[in-house]
């Protein structure tokens, strides 16, 4: 017997899918639907204040505290906790999002935590030395819950949403293409990483200027990615009116409907529906692509805290290693060697997306499953239109 037709089941199963662009009408229950990204930011900046509280405020004290063995682990731990924890937070969060959208119910839940974001957080910001009166923070705060809705209106918080999730899920392919690929960047870069001209560029420029250059990098990445993905996908849409097999939306809402829709059917793709497939395609290669970035600079940090001493620092940069801050936490690595790391993990990123396209192995493990999904989401999608089409005649 055929199933019922659910339509917000229909609609967030593409949500979740990262294809809000194929969804007709407005979203609705955007307050719930930013709920995980307030989630996200309030657990931050509370581990942000547990830093800030801990290095005491001023470099000397904080070098002093440094001294202590169960201190330096303890900090170190909380450095982690700053990578791993907001983003398990929203994770969780999400979950239960999923559930409330299709209940229509969680408005009054996602009020409350815009509330706790907007006028609570930034007294609890206070607590840290050096922060702004919460008089100051509570319009910031403001602006961020309206460009959440803003964002959430336009999809993008599903679109991130499965583009990370997609990351994690590849994260087999990413670490055998890793495997390889590491290495024989290493060979490179670790002559590099001995030359004394890299330390002086880098103790000679401020980390504003350094942002800007690591910019660059991403933005000639960016569009490397864009030219690629958008052949992809172009590829992919020219052979669309093939029969997709009827087990491919085996347990999604279309299932009772599949292989009703008839080719003559079929409504050609917007342009605002392909930018989201590349947006999808993009998205779920950077993060692949900033994992692999972080692991090198992850490596350097490490490598050059361990192999040189605070003299040949000092040789190579021609000046005595400063305390490093990155993204104004301080940080137990001279200032220097991290500007060097987050140069070298720069010139990585954009090293790696070019590598993934000569690398054959690498495309069969990624695009085969991401043509797969968005081969899916098309048949779907024609679905969809069909029984919209119906209910509204």
């Keep these: 017997m055929s199933e019922r037709y659910d339509r917000d089941a ?9 294809l809000p662009a194929l969804v007709k009408g407005r979203p609705r229950s955007l307050p719930v639907r930013i709920v995980p990204a307030l989630a996200f930011a309030a657990v931050w900046e509370l581990l942000v204040i547990a830093l800030d509280v801990l290095d005491g405020g001023s470099e000397a004290e904080f070098e002093r505290r440094l001294e202590n063995d169960l201190f330096l682990l303890g900090y170190y731990g909380l450095l982690l906790s700053l990578i791993v924890v907001p983003a398990l937070t ?9 559930r409330a959208v299709l209940a229509h119910r969680g408005t009054v839940v996602a009020a409350i935590s815009a509330a706790l974001f907007v006028f609570v957080m930034p007294i609890a910001l206070r607590l840290a030395p050096d922060r702004d009166s919460p008089a100051l923070m509570v319009p910031v705060h403001a ?6 809705l803003g964002i959430a209106f336009l999809g993008g918080g599903s679109i991130v949403g499965w583009s990370a999730r997609s990351a994690v899920r590849q994260a087999k392919s990413l670490g055998e293409l890793t495997s390889r ?11 590099g990483f001995f030359t004394a001209e890299i ?11 350094m942002w800007w250059v690591v910019a660059l990098f991403v933005v000639v990445a960016v569009l490397f990615m864009l030219t690629m993905l958008s052949e992809e996908v172009r590829r992919l849409t020219a052979v669309r009116n093939a029969r997709v097999a009827l087990d491919k939306l085996e347990g999604t809402p279309f299932r009772s409907y599949a292989g009703t829709v ?6 050609p793709l917007s342009k605002v529906e392909r930018a989201n497939m590349v947006l999808v395609l993009v998205l779920t290669q950077a993060f692949q692509t900033l994992v692999f970035a972080t692991l090198t600079f992850v490596f350097f940090v490490t490598f050059g805290k361990i192999a040189l001493k605070d003299e040949v620092i000092k040789a190579y940069a021609t000046s005595g290693p400063t305390p490093g801050t990155l993204f104004g936490i301080q940080i137990p690595v001279p200032n220097e060697l991290l500007q060097v790391s987050l140069f070298i993990a720069a010139f990585s990123a954009l090293y790696f997306t070019s590598s993934t396209v000569t690398d054959e192995k690498y495309r069969v493990a990624f695009f085969d499953p991401l043509t797969d999904h968005l081969a899916v989401s098309l048949a779907a999608r024609d679905v969809y239109r069909a029984r919209l089409a119906a209910t509204t005649t």
Excluded: H
């Design 10 to 18: 229909a609609e967030q199963w593409f949500r979740r899918r990262g």
């Design 90 to 98: 929203a994770w969780l969060v999400t979950k239960w999002v999923r």
């Design 143 to 148: 602006v961020v819950v309206a460009l959440l």
């Design 181 to 191: 690929a590491l290495p024989l960047f290493l060979l490179f870069t670790l002559f």
């Design 199 to 209: 330390w002086q560029f880098a103790a000679s420029i401020e980390r504003r200027r």
């Design 262 to 267: 008839a080719d003559t059917d079929r409504v």
